[in-house]
Protein backbone atom coordinates (compact mmCIF):
# COMPACT_ATOMS: atom_id res chain seq x y z
CA UNK A 1 0.00 0.00 0.00
CA UNK A 2 0.98 3.28 -0.35
CA UNK A 3 2.51 5.61 2.43
CA UNK A 4 0.46 7.85 4.37
CA UNK A 5 0.84 11.56 3.88
CA UNK A 6 -0.08 14.02 6.50
CA UNK A 7 -1.00 17.80 5.72
CA UNK A 8 -1.92 20.92 7.58
CA UNK A 9 0.98 21.57 10.12
CA UNK A 10 2.35 24.79 10.35
CA UNK A 11 2.83 27.29 12.57
CA UNK A 12 0.43 29.38 15.50
CA UNK A 13 -0.28 31.15 18.31
CA UNK A 14 -0.82 30.20 21.80
CA UNK A 15 -4.84 29.31 22.21
CA UNK A 16 -5.30 29.00 17.87
CA UNK A 17 -6.13 26.02 16.25
CA UNK A 18 -5.18 23.61 13.52
CA UNK A 19 -6.75 20.78 11.69
CA UNK A 20 -4.01 18.19 10.39
CA UNK A 21 -5.20 15.83 7.55
CA UNK A 22 -4.62 12.39 6.35
CA UNK A 23 -5.89 10.88 3.28
CA UNK A 24 -6.83 7.27 4.16
CA UNK A 25 -8.30 5.93 1.01
CA UNK A 26 -5.79 2.96 0.83
CA UNK A 27 -6.95 1.67 4.16
CA UNK A 28 -11.27 0.48 4.16
CA UNK A 29 -12.63 -3.18 4.49
CA UNK A 30 -10.49 -4.14 7.61
CA UNK A 31 -10.89 -4.08 11.50
CA UNK A 32 -8.56 -0.46 10.95
CA UNK A 33 -7.89 1.79 13.55
CA UNK A 34 -6.20 5.08 12.80
CA UNK A 35 -4.53 7.49 15.02
CA UNK A 36 -2.34 10.38 15.66
CA UNK A 37 1.02 10.42 17.34
CA UNK A 38 3.24 12.94 18.15
CA UNK A 39 6.90 13.57 19.34
CA UNK A 40 8.32 16.47 20.81
CA UNK A 41 12.26 17.00 20.53
CA UNK A 42 13.84 15.03 23.33
CA UNK A 43 10.89 13.29 23.93
CA UNK A 44 9.23 9.47 23.02
CA UNK A 45 6.61 9.10 20.40
CA UNK A 46 3.20 9.37 22.24
CA UNK A 47 -0.36 8.69 21.06
CA UNK A 48 -2.55 11.62 20.88
CA UNK A 49 -5.95 10.00 19.48
CA UNK A 50 -7.36 7.44 17.43
CA UNK A 51 -10.70 6.21 15.93
CA UNK A 52 -11.79 2.67 14.38
CA UNK A 53 -13.87 1.86 11.69
CA UNK A 54 -16.89 2.47 13.64
CA UNK A 55 -16.45 5.62 14.83
CA UNK A 56 -15.55 5.41 18.42
CA UNK A 57 -12.36 7.36 19.71
CA UNK A 58 -10.22 7.49 22.40
CA UNK A 59 -7.83 10.15 23.89
CA UNK A 60 -4.55 10.80 25.33
CA UNK A 61 -5.59 12.93 29.02
CA UNK A 62 -3.33 15.99 27.82
CA UNK A 63 -5.64 16.78 24.69
CA UNK A 64 -9.20 15.82 26.17
CA UNK A 65 -11.90 18.81 25.29
CA UNK A 66 -9.23 20.59 23.09
CA UNK A 67 -8.48 17.62 20.05
CA UNK A 68 -10.70 16.11 17.95
CA UNK A 69 -10.25 12.86 15.90
CA UNK A 70 -12.48 11.32 13.09
CA UNK A 71 -12.63 10.16 9.31
CA UNK A 72 -14.95 10.96 6.69
CA UNK A 73 -15.81 8.25 5.24
CA UNK A 74 -17.35 9.76 2.03
CA UNK A 75 -13.49 11.43 1.57
CA UNK A 76 -11.68 8.91 2.77
CA UNK A 77 -9.77 11.08 5.24
CA UNK A 78 -8.61 11.35 8.95
CA UNK A 79 -8.56 14.58 10.65
CA UNK A 80 -7.11 16.52 13.82
CA UNK A 81 -8.90 19.30 14.91
CA UNK A 82 -6.96 20.89 17.42
CA UNK A 83 -8.30 23.65 19.09
CA UNK A 84 -6.70 25.92 22.46
CA UNK A 85 -3.30 24.85 21.01
CA UNK A 86 -0.48 25.24 23.88
CA UNK A 87 2.93 25.49 23.75
CA UNK A 88 3.33 21.93 25.41
CA UNK A 89 1.55 20.43 21.50
CA UNK A 90 5.00 21.47 19.91
CA UNK A 91 6.11 18.25 17.96
CA UNK A 92 5.76 16.36 14.76
CA UNK A 93 2.61 14.69 14.10
CA UNK A 94 2.06 11.01 12.45
CA UNK A 95 -0.71 9.63 11.02
CA UNK A 96 -0.64 6.02 12.04
CA UNK A 97 -3.24 3.12 10.85
CA UNK A 98 -2.86 -0.24 12.52
CA UNK A 99 -5.13 -3.53 11.65
CA UNK A 100 -6.70 -4.38 15.05
CA UNK A 101 -9.08 -6.62 16.21
CA UNK A 102 -9.52 -5.90 19.55
CA UNK A 103 -12.38 -3.57 21.14
CA UNK A 104 -10.39 -0.44 21.67
CA UNK A 105 -7.84 1.23 19.67
CA UNK A 106 -4.56 1.79 21.29
CA UNK A 107 -2.46 4.97 21.94
CA UNK A 108 -0.60 3.91 24.55
CA UNK A 109 2.06 1.56 22.25
CA UNK A 110 3.45 1.95 18.79
CA UNK A 111 3.42 -1.73 18.56
CA UNK A 112 0.06 -2.48 16.44
CA UNK A 113 1.23 0.43 13.96
CA UNK A 114 2.26 -0.78 10.78
CA UNK A 115 2.00 2.22 8.32
CA UNK A 116 3.04 5.61 9.01
CA UNK A 117 3.57 8.90 7.13
CA UNK A 118 6.29 11.39 7.69
CA UNK A 119 4.72 13.44 10.00
CA UNK A 120 3.91 16.97 9.65
CA UNK A 121 5.46 19.73 11.79
CA UNK A 122 3.20 21.93 14.67
CA UNK A 123 4.93 24.65 16.46
CA UNK A 124 3.15 26.71 18.89
CA UNK A 125 4.24 30.02 19.93
CA UNK A 126 3.43 31.93 23.18
Known amino acids: QVPLVESGGGSVQAGGSLRLSCEVS????????YAWFRQAVGKGREGVAA???????IYADSVKGRFTVSRDKAKNILDLQMNSLEAEDTAMYYC????????????????????WGQGTQVTVSS
Open 96 to 115: AVAIWPGATCPIKSLFAYNN
Open 26 to 33: QYVGDTYC
Open 51 to 57: VDRWGST
